[in-house]
């Protein structure tokens, strides 16, 4: 298991215990966005940051 994957799990444990501990709006607006960034780079394993520019 490489380092994006396990901080993917991290991100996401760390999303769902700010979800049940945390009662606010502004709170679970940030644990849906943790939640989801844990879950993307759990599947995808990178993190992408080139920009491919084609020129014409």
């Known amino acids: 298991m490489n ?3 396990i901080s993917g ?3 996401l444990i760390v999303g769902i215990i700010m979800n ?3 009662n606010n709006d502004g709170i679970d607006f940030v644990s849906g ?7 993307g780079t759990i599947i ?3 993190i992408s940051t080139k920009y491919n520019h ?3």
């Open 3 to 5: 380092t994006i994957r």
């Open 33 to 39: 966005l943790l939640i989801g960034l844990g879950i």
């Open 44 to 46: 995808t394993g990178q």
């Open 9 to 11: 799990i991290v991100i």
């Open 54 to 56: 084609k020129k014409c």
């Open 20 to 22: 049940r501990f945390l």
